[in-house]
Each structure stands twice: as structure tokens, then as C-alpha cells.
């Protein structure tokens, strides 16, 4: 599939993102995942429910592509870690600019919006929400921001 028929797929469908790499670093203004893995996940809700990987390498060389470009409206993330002695994975909202991949490393720019990163932690996943759809409804920091409101109503 072209690069332009690809962003015009994933843009229609709303389509979000995953990355996993076997840990991360960060500092102020970046995130490096390390040992990120050579494919980036989509997928799609309703109707139509796409799923499908594309090389992260593509994904990183889409970034400015399209009418709806991450580079013209970086997207919301939410990544997924665990520290050392966690049972239960934590998780910060960012927002994700300017990827640089280096062979097995992917560093963004970054700015938090929610929670706060460690300098490094181990195994993460991190969750990119759709082309040109900051904090939407189907996105994954509006749902974040939903469960939430939820959590504060029942105390």
C-alpha cells in the first residue's frame, strides 16, 4: 500500500498505535525506548475493527505525512512501565514530537500531561492515540481522562 493510501486508511479509521520495547529512559524533554520492537501495532474500533503492524521505521517516516500529520498535531500517548518491585504496571500521559530511531533505540521529545515518568524503568508499552485526534473520545488519554472522572465520583 502507497504511504498516501496508508494515511488515508488510517486517518478514516481512526486508527491508534502500540509500541513495546524491552525498557525505556528518560529525562526532561525525552523519552528513549530501548530494545523498541521493529513493528508498530495499529488497530481500529468499530465497525470495521482493522488491526495490523507496520515496521516502526515506516511509522517513524510517516510522522509528517498527511493532512493530519503528527508533526503538525502531535499526538497524545500513554506510556505503560513497571519499576523495579511493581505488581502493577503505572502509567504517564505525554505527548510525543520529533521520533529519532537508532538502530534498536526510539527517543521522542515529550511533554507530561499526567503522572510522572522514572529516569528508567523496565519492559513498557506505550499507546499512541489516532492522526489529528488529540484527547477524542475513542482516544486513549479521553479514555483515561473518563475512567478518571469515574474513579473521583465514587468517593
Not at 40 to 67: C, N, Q
Request: with cysteine; proline share 8%; hydrophobic share 35%.
Amino acid at each position: 500500500m502507497a504511504d498516501t493510501e496508508m494515511i488515508e486508511e488510517l486517518e478514516a479509521e481512526q486508527s491508534m498505535f502500540v509500541q513495546t520495547a524491552q525498557g525505556m529512559s528518560s529525562d526532561e524533554g525525552s523519552l528513549t525506548l530501548n530494545g523498541v520492537t521493529p513493528s508498530t501495532l495499529y488497530f481500529s474500533d468499530r465497525p470495521k475493527r482493522i488491526v495490523g503492524h507496520m515496521g516502526t521505521a515506516d511509522f517513524v517516516d510517516l510522522w509528517g505525512e498527511g493532512e493530519n500529520s503528527f508533526e503538525e498535531d502531535p499526538p497524545n500517548a500513554v506510556l505503560a512501565f513497571l519499576e523495579p518491585g511493581d505488581e502493577v504496571p503505572e502509567d504517564a500521559v505525554i505527548v510525543i514530537q520529533r521520533p529519532r530511531l537508532q538502530g534498536g533505540q526510539l527517543t521522542y521529545a515529550i511533554e507530561t500531561l499526567d503522572g510522572k515518568l522514572p529516569d528508567h524503568a523496565g519492559p513498557v508499552t506505550l499507546f499512541i492515540d489516532p492522526f489529528g485526534r488529540p484527547l477524542s473520545p475513542v482516544s486513549v488519554c479521553g479514555v483515561r481522562r473518563r475512567e478518571r472522572r469515574r474513579d473521583r465520583r465514587r468517593f
